[in-house]
């Protein structure tokens, strides 16, 4: 199948590893020019050999997601350099484990920011110009919390329904620019984050983080969590041709994790 992505740019957010990276190098395998960002400029430098290695061009801009000017800087060079942006796919880190107790209020801001903010400012940069060329593509990265909030992650539940509730919106606002906003929610996902939060969340369960990612695996209906590589050809699928009456979906990338009918 042509997923027609030969002339497009994409600009992947958070893609120094894990989900992100994924998504940049499945994009670049399909041939799409891509830009990609994250906070750590050595990381960067290197999946940006790995996505060149793919004979598609490929511009590294250092950017702290939570940083409404750097954002800005990320925008403006990615215009001066490709000339355009047709695929938005946002993403940043995750908030760390916890319950409501566990939290102060900078903690909540700091989550806001990371997950709900992050994804503000790169549609606020962005969608002026998918406008003006009548046409675009977003993909928020956020989790099966939307469908299902997560024990343990109610930082990340909440940042998260604040991007569902942008994405629908902005579905209905900018359909008729021929923008196409969905949402792809991960379930348990082989990455540097899921490793990290079976350390934090193995101990108090008695287990060791092996037995905990197990135990996850244990929760979906495939009984294996996912590789990166399988989310991000859901990701791609989304932003190519293909999908082109696609708009406004959350879609759960998760095994069979969520337990609903919808
Ligand atoms: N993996 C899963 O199973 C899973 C499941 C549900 C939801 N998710 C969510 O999906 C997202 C990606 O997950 P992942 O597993 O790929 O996480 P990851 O392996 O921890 O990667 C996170 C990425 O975000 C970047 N990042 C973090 N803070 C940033 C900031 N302030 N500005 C710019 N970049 C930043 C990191 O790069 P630098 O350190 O270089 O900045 C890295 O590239 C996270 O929000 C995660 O919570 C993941």
Known sequence: ???????????????????GKAVALGL???????????????????VSEEIQKKETRCLAIPTDLTNYSQVQDLVTKS????GKIDILVTNCGGPPSGGFLDFSIEDWNRAIDLNLMSTIYLCKEIIPYMV?????RIIMITSVSVKQPIKGLILSNVARAGVAGLAKSLCNEF?????LVNIVCPGYTQTQRVNQLAIDLSADQGLKPEEMIQKWAELNALGRIATPEEFANVVVFLASEKASHLTGTAIQIDGGLVKSLL
Do not use: P, Y
């Open 132 to 136: 003006n060329q009548g046409s675009g």
């Open 175 to 179: 359909g008729k620019n021929n923008i």
């Open 1 to 19: 199948m042509d997923f027609e992505l030969n002339e497009k740019v994409a600009l992947v957010a958070a893609s120094s590893t894990g989900l």
């Open 79 to 82: 215009i001066e350099h490709f």
């Open 28 to 46: 670049a395998e399909e041939g799409a020019d891509i830009i990609i960002c994250s906070r750590d400029s050595d990381k960067l430098k290197l």
